[in-house]
């Protein structure tokens, strides 16, 4: 009885495509926003933006990249850790050499040199695909780690061969470096995740989108269809690692402040395969879902016990998450290999006809 699409008449091809068409989606969307706009800001403490908000929103546009090229285009991705990397250390490069630049911009272009990197390892995805073109990423990874750590001039000669986030400010207030307010950089990490989100909805939406899908339902009908198969493959490697690299400069920029190579490893890429695995393949909605599951879930397990007067060693909480995150992988592929994007889905579905069963 809450949830009714009777009564929202469509009179024009504007509102039937419309991003939201249900009046209660849109009422959700903007209580989601002041949430996050409004009421996290004004009660939660530095701890919480810092240690869960910020790294929560960073990991979710990660995931957000690659469910593009791995949930809509089909293209498997092992490099996903890589390629944050390039973006955090194009982005450092850009303020080393612009030091008077937005460092906004700096970290939006910074996705551009990901972009061209993800596009050249996306070159064999036109003769191989499936467990063959993971190992290509798979590669991609190992090698783009070696460059982070042999190649001195990405890290300006560092003898600690990390780099560090310089002070910068926008309209008078400190977003980067050891001065940066949590709430500062709060802003700064979500006003880039959402207005990314909200590029990606609209563009997946359209033709590129149904391209990407149509590839990975099938590409050969797709060819014969008149879909290009390089263009559109390269075009999803492209727009995946932009959004990786983005989300990886954020990363060091506004949350670590500091990182080494050793920060974008193959352990990364599988946890933000994990992300869009459990949150489900080919949703927006699921990235944001897979994000918080995996990286909220220590922190229940951490602080609920200790609240039930249970006190958990370190190594405990770890290896209960290890053992629970890999029981739903493996339940989700096999009973619903859309995750919990798909479960929100059908509770929606059932909130249509209730209080009738169908």
């Known amino acids: ?125 036109l003769r191989i695909k499936g467990l063959y073109l993971a190992v290509t990423t798979l590669a991609a990874q190992f090698f783009l780690e070696w460059c982070f750590i042999r190649i001195p001039w990405l890290y300006n000669y560092n003898a600690s061969g990390a780099i ?49 899908m149509m590839i990975r339902d099938m590409d050969i009908a797709a060819e014969l269809m008149g879909i290009r198969p390089l263009r559109t493959k390269l075009m999803a490697f492209a727009v995946s690692s932009y959004i990786c690299g983005v989300a990886g400069a954020m990363m060091v920029f506004f949350w670590l402040s500091a990182a080494e190579p050793s920060s974008f490893n193959i352990r990364l890429s599988f946890q933000i395969l994990f992300m869009v695995i459990l949150g489900g393949l080919g949703s927006l909605g699921g990235a944001f879902m897979g994000a918080a599951f995996i990286w909220i879930l220590p922190v229940f397990l951490k602080f609920i016990p200790g609240i039930m007067g249970f006190n958990v060693a370190a190594e405990t909480v770890q290896h209960a998450t290890f053992m629970i995150v890999g029981a739903l992988i493996i339940f989700f592929l096999i009973a619903e290999p859309h995750g919990f994007a798909r479960l929100w889905q059908i509770a929606k579905q059932k909130l249509r006809v209730w209080p009738f069963p169908y």
């Open 1 to 125: 009885m809450f949830y009714r699409e009777a009564g929202q008449f469509k009179t024009s091809y504007k509102s039937d495509q419309a991003l939201f068409p249900i009046l209660q989606d849109r009422i959700g969307m903007i209580a989601i926003l002041l949430i996050a706009f409004v009421l996290v800001p004004a009660f939660a403490n530095d701890f919480f933006l810092t240690s869960i908000m910020i790294p929560f929103l960073v990991f979710s546009l990660a995931a957000i990249g690659l469910n593009v090229l791995t949930g809509y285009c089909g293209q498997l991705s092992l490099g996903t850790g890589a390629f944050m990397g390039v973006g955090a250390y194009a982005a450092y490069k850009l303020t080393s050499i612009f030091p008077d630049a937005n460092v906004i911009v700096m970290v939006l272009v910074s996705g551009v040199f990901s972009a061209a990197i993800g596009a050249v390892f996306g070159l064999p995805s």
């Open 164 to 212: 560090e986030v310089p002070h910068r400010e926008m309209l008078g207030v400190v977003i980067t470096g050891a001065e940066a307010t949590p709430i500062a950089r709060y802003f700064a990490v979500l006003s880039i995740t959402a207005l990314i989100a909200y590029l990606m909805a609209n563009v997946l939406r359209g033709r590129f989108g149904r391209s990407w």
